[in-house]
């Protein structure tokens, strides 16, 4: 009403952010509410069937903000804030915002399910609670991972992202993924700041799986 001058009669659309996207006229325009007549009820609208988790290591400032912010614009669905040996950064307050950040890009880009927002852990306890699903981790001077496996990329389910700080990780950090099983993916031979990379790497899982086609 206050922002696209909806009037009673028009059609409206909304999701409630747990998979479901509803539609139907205005019935009623109160000063404080609006009534709809449900004529549609969806599912499962505009989420991919790839369940990329984006592990990232927190950076300075409303970085994350943006980044979460485009993640879930390209279909990103769920965010793992990670404390790294090269990221220390305060996030007391920061969660409430992030999980916002989450809501409002849903609304916009017409998703029906709000991204998750993980609580914040450290690089190894990544790891750990991810242990059972495919895991990538973004390192500048790594070897590609293998383009057979990628391609296979479209059968999994889901599968997790490890972006570093601007500092990169360290040498523990990236051999550690490596014993747990991850993948190096290659981003190129230009170095990118830590919220390219997520975009990027994000994008090439994506895009693997068939979900940006």
Not at 98 to 113: H, I, L, N, V, Y
Not at 138 to 154: D, E, K, N, T
Request: aromatic content about 6%.
């Amino acid at each position: 009403v206050r922002v696209l001058r909806k009037q009673a009669g028009a059609w409206l659309t909304a999701v409630d952010g747990e998979g479901h996207r509803y539609a139907g006229p205005i019935t009623r325009i109160d000063k404080e509410r609006l009534e709809v007549r449900i004529e549609r009820r969806d599912a499962e609208c505009g989420e991919p069937r790839f369940r990329l988790v984006l592990a990232q290591a927190i950076p300075k400032g409303g970085v994350f903000d943006w980044i979460i912010e485009k993640g879930t614009e390209i279909g990103v669905s769920a965010f793992q804030p990670m404390q790294t040996a090269r990221s220390v950064v305060q996030t007391r307050g920061r969660e409430g915002r992030w999980t916002e950040k989450a809501r409002a890009a849903m609304k916009q880009c017409g998703r029906s399910r709000c991204p998750l927002i993980h609580p914040v852990r450290r690089f190894a306890e990544v790891i750990d609670h991810f242990s059972q699903w495919p895991l990538f981790i973004a390192h500048p001077g790594s070897a590609a991972a293998p383009l057979s496996w990628l391609q296979g990329v479209s059968g999994a389910e889901g599968g997790v992202l490890l972006i570093g700080p601007e500092g990169g990780f360290t040498e523990e950090e990236v051999e550690l993924a490596l014993i747990r099983g991850a993948y190096p993916l290659s981003l190129g031979v230009r170095r990118l700041r830590s919220e390219t990379a997520a975009l990027a790497g994000a994008v090439r899982l994506l895009a693997e799986a068939g979900e940006l086609v």
